[in-house]
């Protein structure tokens, strides 16, 4: 018990304040500062994929030519970064250890130096991925889903530590939201405030909390093969080499088991943040706060039983594609009913278009394309076409994107007055969603249309190929929309440390929303809480027909003279 | 517009593959339509006004949530209509393959596709074996038969305008079909990530009127002999 009274107490040193801090506060700044940092590699990477793809073989401005190895490097580089150093630190690590404990009441989390020590594994990982990039031999260049026998050997690739390094990087990052996740579910199950019942939770802890558990279920066999990978690399095993009696489809099974639970350990998330939004700039409840519950869960339940949709013409045996087909196309049926009830929760509000807003509805705007062209992909006779080309590439771009910066940025704009106790300059904000929303559809939908031709991806140059000499230009057009998307962050990023220094002082609840971190001080104190708060009411209480304000905090007592407020729960 | 965007198809299955695309295609595109008109009027005719309170609509109700769960159940009938029109296309182009007139054993290495006729004798691994190097000759109608297999890492054998792919794993061998309907050369384009030459591994494939492709047999198999017909050296795959 001494220990945990140790962990509550404000340390005084700069170190155990700001470095190695155990308050989950401090340490989902530090996730945000190193997922945005990771996010300036991943995104300097789609410069150059997109440069040598408009203009191939040219002198990259800032870089210089690079030849198809390093294309080939670029491009793993570019997914590991976004996927496992940029969204996941994002949504999970940021905004899951910033908002669960204040959302349900908490003063931390549930275990504060696994917290620390989740972090911090991370931040090695990172180190790790960033000293791949400059080992003789080169980075790994087998992609970021490093299929063997590519992975497997260096005579294949001529990458020595470069992919080693990776994938030590990559098996440091699951250990670390492994130990993420454990400390968000047992925080959610056990920590929360005196009348925050599973009904009142507010659904980005529902989302982040789902997440935590799928991948908590999925990651294991992954790192198994991870370290499986890596013997065959160092020690001379031969799990993934058929000469030597192993197969390269087990490595597909043990990454796609993982990878696409993956994609909803990434999605859920954004949506939470997506979903916390519209209820306050809509000044409406969530249309459908159970059923969104039961859809999430479905969609997590279904995301570990649907993996082979994306090894159809892998050469397992076929008559497997057409089950997997079927539960990969019933996943719709959940995301369509938390987009339709996104959708139903704005329709008929008093929608105010802040910056935050913006972000929530362009976020639901493109995810709506990423979700109707999965269609195309989850049907095997049809994927056999488009699996592997560009389709693909704008298909999960298509949603991967939207809830990762769109949902990252509506959060961020949302929480930064909480976070940072000043508000963000609001036109600046409007400019930033402008350049992304429409260059970022200016990049994706043609990309669409080059897969249709048949275009393969992690093709260096399409001019090798004469059927895809007419397609050529739309890889010009994606190119320069994808130069305005990088430049359109630029207003972010000035804004973000501008507000954060000299921005308007934000008071405890600027937006006039419901739930618990507004209640407290912006940004709140070191236990987050004055007095610790008891819960009363549902979080999505606005318009309620006979009170005296449009919305209701959800730790105020209940008074007879709001009848509705009687039926909750 | 919509009719140039897919490469045409120049394969039996294709038509079928096309056939569930543009199925899907309606399908999508009416619900994209449907889903992005009534967002986008939302957020024009609902905006916030001076006096105007906001609908309390919470969903917590069967008459509020049918607005929602009605479309849900429409999205899952059609998702069953997708499914079995996509499980029989599925069939017929990666099920039991027809009777093959042609045989063909596809080895890909990096970074090149070999193509090898088991020659007169109708056997591989004989002397009179026929390799081509990038080029795939077949003759159009017929049922080409292929065996596919890789020397080092994962390819995959895509011709886009025949809507085949599949990929090549060492260590496996992989059975497929396929019957051209039109003549012409077609390109083939490796379309899984095999190293830094993966992006210039192309070949073709070559179709042509049974004359022609009898022509090419001429020219270039062997005559059978005995001696062509033995086994060569201990290479028996």
Redesign the interface.
């Known amino acids: 018990m001494m220990e945990v009274a140790d962990s509550h107490a404000q340390p005084a040193g700069f170190i155990r304040r700001y470095v190695f801090s155990t308050d989950h506060k401090v340490i989902a700044k530090q996730y945000l500062l190193l997922s945005l940092t990771m996010a300036l590699i991943g995104g300097f990477t789609s410069y150059l994929i997109r440069w040598q793809l408009a203009w191939p073989e040219t002198d990259i401005p800032g870089w210089g030519p690079i030849?198809?190895?390093n294309y080939?490097a670029i491009i793993t580089m570019h997914g590991t970064v976004m996927v496992f150093f940029v969204a996941m630190p994002l949504l999970l690590g940021a905004f899951g250890n910033y908002l669960i404990p204040l959302m349900i009441g908490a003063n931390d989390m549930a275990f504060p130096r696994l917290n620390m020590m989740s972090f911090w594994t991370l931040f090695t990982a990172s180190v790790v991925l960033t000293i791949s990039m400059f080992v003789p031999g080169g980075p790994a260049?087998?992609?970021w889903t490093s299929?063997a026998?590519?992975s497997d050997n260096p005579i294949?690739?001529?990458v020595t530590w470069g992919q080693n390094l990776w994938i030590l990087a990559v098996a440091l990052e699951f250990g670390s939201f492994l130990m993420g996740g454990i400390n968000f579910l047992t925080t959610t199950l056990n920590m929360r405030a005196p009348g925050m019942t599973f009904s009142r939770l507010p659904l980005l802890v529902w989302m982040e909390t789902t997440a935590a558990v799928v991948f908590l279920l999925s990651v294991g066999p992954l790192i198994g093969g991870a370290l499986m990978l890596l013997m065959d690399r160092t020690l001379g095993t031969s799990f993934f080499?058929?000469?030597g009696g192993g197969?390269?489809?087990l490595w597909e099974h043990l990454f796609w088991f993982f990878g696409h639970p993956e994609v909803y350990v990434v999605a859920l998330p954004g949506f939470g943040i997506m979903l916390e939004v519209m209820p306050v700039f809509?000044?409406?409840?969530?249309?459908?706060?159970?059923?969104m519950i039961w859809s999430t869960i479905a969609a997590g339940l279904l995301s570990f039983v649907v993996w082979a949709h994306h090894m159809f013409?892998?050469?397992m045996d076929?008559r497997l594609?057409?089950p997997f087909?079927?539960t990969t196309?019933?996943i719709?049926?959940p995301f369509?009913?938390l987009?339709?009830?996104m959708?139903?929760t704005?329709?008929?509000?008093?929608?105010?278009?802040s910056t935050p807003m913006l972000f929530a509805?362009g976020g639901?705007?493109t995810f709506?394309?990423g979700g109707?062209?999965g269609?195309?992909l989850g049907?095997?006779?049809?994927d056999?076409?488009l699996?592997?080309?560009y389709f693909v590439v704008a298909h999960f771009h298509y949603t991967l994107f939207p809830v990762t910066f769109f949902g990252g940025f509506a959060g961020l704009y949302f929480w930064f007055p909480k976070m940072f106790g000043r508000m963000m300059n609001e036109t600046l904000g409007k400019i930033h969603f402008f350049f992304t929303f429409v260059c970022f559809n200016f990049v994706f939908i043609p990309l669409f249309?080059a897969g249709?031709?048949?275009n393969?991806?992690?093709?260096?140059?399409t001019s090798?190929?004469?059927?895809l000499k007419p397609v050529q230009h739309i890889h010009v057009i994606a190119t320069i929309a994808a130069i305005g998307l990088l430049i359109g962050q630029l207003p972010f990023i000035v804004n973000f440390f501008y507000s954060m220094m000299r921005g308007e002082k934000a008071v405890a609840n600027p937006w006039q929303a419901n739930t618990l971190e507004w209640t407290t001080d912006s940004p709140p104190p070191h236990e987050n809480f004055r007095t610790m708060p008891i819960v009363y009411r549902d979080p999505?209480e606005?318009?309620?027909?006979g009170a005296p304000s449009?919305w209701i905090p959800q730790n105020e007592p209940p008074e007879p003279i709001y009848p509705?407020s009687a039926a909750a729960d | 517009m919509l009719n140039n965007?897919?490469?045409s198809n120049v394969s039996t299955f294709g038509a079928?593959?096309d056939h569930?695309?543009w199925l899907?295609?309606w399908?999508?595109?009416i619900?994209?339509v449907a889903?992005?008109g009534?967002?986008?009027y939302?957020?024009i005719r609902?905006?916030?006004?001076a006096g105007?309170?906001?609908?309390?609509?919470?969903?917590?109700t069967a008459r509020?949530?049918a607005?929602?769960?009605i479309?849900?159940l429409v999205?899952?009938c059609l998702?069953l209509g997708?499914?079995r029109?996509?499980?029989s296309?599925?069939?017929r182009?990666?099920?039991t393959p027809p009777a093959g007139d042609v045989l063909v054993r596809i080895t890909a290495k990096?970074f090149n596709w070999n193509f090898t006729y088991p020659g007169p004798d109708g056997k591989f691994g004989t002397a009179d074996d026929v390799t081509s190097e990038n080029d795939l000759h077949v003759p159009v109608g017929k049922v080409v038969r292929i065996e596919l297999q890789s020397e080092?890492?994962?390819h995959?054998f895509?011709v886009?305008?025949m809507?085949?792919?599949?990929?090549?794993?060492?260590?496996?061998t992989?059975r497929g079909w396929f019957e051209a309907t039109k003549t012409g050369t077609y390109?083939i384009?490796?379309?899984?990530?095999?190293?830094?030459?993966?992006?210039?591994m192309?070949g073709n494939v070559i179709v042509q009127t049974p004359a022609e492709y009898a022509g090419w047999q001429r020219e270039t198999w062997p005559t059978r002999t005995a001696a062509n017909d033995a086994v060569k050296g201990t290479g028996t795959r």
């Open positions: 030849g198809p190895d080939n260049a087998a992609g299929y026998p590519l294949y690739t001529g080499r058929a000469d197969d390269p489809l809509a000044r409406k409840p969530i249309f459908g706060y159970r059923p013409v892998s050469g076929p594609a057409t087909s079927v196309i019933l719709s049926v369509a009913i987009v339709f009830a959708i139903a704005v329709w008929r509000g008093a929608i105010v278009l509805l639901l705007a709506i394309i109707v062209t269609i195309f049907s095997a006779s049809t056999i076409f699996h592997g080309t249309l249709l031709k048949g393969p991806r992690r093709i260096y140059e090798s190929y004469d059927f999505y606005y318009s309620v027909p449009d509705i | 965007l897919l490469p079928d593959i569930v695309f899907i295609f399908i999508v595109g619900w994209f889903a992005e009534v967002l986008l939302a957020i609902h905006r916030k006004r105007a309170q906001a609908s309390y609509l919470p969903g917590n509020q949530l607005w929602v769960l479309p849900a999205v899952l998702d997708i499914d029109a996509g499980a296309a599925w069939e182009e990666k099920g990096q080092d890492v994962i995959s895509f886009p305008e809507r085949l792919k599949q990929d090549v794993v060492p260590g496996r992989i390109e384009a490796c379309s899984e990530l095999c190293g830094f030459g993966h992006y210039s192309h």
